[in-house]
């Protein structure tokens, strides 16, 4: 069980700042969609090292990012006894 950084699509898509995607350390960890308008994390790629939730609540100032356990992410993922799945 880990940590994986979570984007509140509602937030990040009001907001539309685009600062996590730059600042985060991790090669593709953190990608836009342009169909929802909103950042969106890749969990496999995902350190769990909090500077997007840094980043978008003490710079941005949206709040949209919140760390939450693997087994806890809103959509898009299932764990399976040999690792994530898509759903």
Sequence with gaps: MYYIAEVDKGICSAKNCHLCTTYCPETNCIN??????????????CKACEICVYICRDVA??????????????????????GIILR
Excluded at 61 to 82: Q, R
């Design 32 to 45: 836009y969609s342009e169909k929802d308008k909103s950042a969106y994390i890749s969990v496999d790629r």
């Design 61 to 82: 100032k949206n709040d949209a990012i919140k760390m939450k356990w693997v087994e806890e992410l809103d959509e898009g993922f299932m764990i399976k006894k040999s």
